[in-house]
């Protein structure tokens, strides 16, 4: 009496979804142009930090530095995966983008924590910094991160992977508007030690956001259940199914970003099962998740009563 089904007809798939592609693969594009503005700003952010001796600018360089190896990783890992699925990989090498994102959060509090050992020892000793010159740097820095942040804005709703790179885009964007208020007190005041701290508010600027999207990263690691999906309320819409009289081992998990998966074993009387047949009941199982609920593959066991009791006891 079991019978499986796959539910795959795009109910789950987002607007920025590429067809037969995960959430990240429709912004390769801008993630690809993301990374020439991060590559470019790098190279003046270092040459203005070598000119002006601006730790806090030399901060925004590092944390650029990581924008350009993360966003790379985040290309690597769309084109990973969406490679076809075979062998012994039957999802292909989709968690390719939630272990890219993953490694984004490291190298993140890497650079945060060199930033603060380093802005400690310049608390110390002040060095000497031009505001004019840092100005002009930290300006240049804002503009190009905001654009890199209109690339990414749609695609970091969609994808961690999108998310991890807009939100290094995000911080570098106030790591540079730090940078200009310094340099500005700098300019009014005189205050030397106002570099110093604006290269402490970028570390702190890096290190909350980091920590977000590490826990939703291993939240799909751990296959949790989607935030967005109310399993109370997946469970209350297949039992108000008629014929339906039960519901167990219901599982909701994620592959990758857009892409979340069910499977339950759905207890329906004999008498339905004879009446309307099995492909009806596991098309209306279909219809009823997929006009509900952004999943994307469902995969459904129909049983008769009775049948629980006979599986092993890791089935339950």
Same mark, same amino acid.
């Given at each position: 009496m079991g019978a499986g089904h796959h539910h795959g007809r795009g109910h789950g798939r987002g607007p920025g979804r590429g067809r037969g592609g995960t959430a990240a693969a429709a912004y390769r594009g801008r993630l690809r142009l993301t990374l020439a503005i991060a590559c470019a700003l790098l190279v003046a952010?270092? /040459?203005g930090a070598l000119l002006t001796g601006s730790l806090a600018l030399l901060a925004d360089a590092g944390h650029v530095a990581t924008d350009v190896i993360g966003i790379g990783m985040a290309l690597l890992a769309i084109s990973a995966a969406q490679r076809p699925a075979g062998g012994r990989r039957t999802f292909g090498l989709a968690r390719m983008e939630i272990l890219a994102a993953l490694l984004n959060c490291l190298l993140l509090f890497g650079v945060g924590g060199y930033i603060l050992f380093e802005a400690?020892?310049? +608390?110390? %000793?002040?060095? &000497? /910094?031009p505001g004019g010159l840092t100005v002009l740097f930290g300006v240049l820095g804002l503009l190009l991160n905001m654009v890199? *942040? =209109? !690339? +990414?804005m749609r695609g970091q709703r969609e994808s961690l992977n999108v998310?991890?790179?807009? !939100? &290094? /885009? *995000? @911080? %570098? =964007? !106030?790591?540079? +508007?730090? $940078? $200009?208020?310094a340099a500005l007190v700098i300019l009014a005041t005189g205050w030397q030690r @106002? %570099?110093?701290v604006a290269s402490l508010v970028i570390a702190l600027l890096i290190v909350p956001r980091t920590v977000r999207l590490a826990r939703e990263a291993l939240e799909v690691l751990l296959e949790a259940a989607p935030r967005d999906v109310d399993l109370d309320q997946v469970r209350a819409h297949i039992l108000a199914l008629p014929g339906v009289t039960d519901l167990h081992d219901l599982h909701v998990w994620t592959i990758t970003s857009g892409m979340p998966v069910l499977s339950a074993? $759905?207890? $329906?009387?004999r008498e339905t099962l004879d009446a309307v047949g099995h492909e009806q009941m596991l098309h209306d199982l279909q219809e009823c998740l997929g006009g509900h609920f952004d999943v994307e593959h469902c995969t459904f066991q129909l049983e008769p009563h009775g049948h629980a009791d006979h599986e092993p006891g890791l089935c339950h």
């Open positions: 952010e270092v /040459v400690v020892q310049r +608390l110390r %000793d002040p060095a &000497e /910094v890199s *942040l =209109a !690339l +990414l998310r991890g790179a807009f !939100l &290094e /885009v *995000l @911080a %570098d =964007a !106030l790591g540079s +508007l730090a $940078v $200009v208020i @106002a %570099d110093t074993h $759905v207890v $329906v009387g």
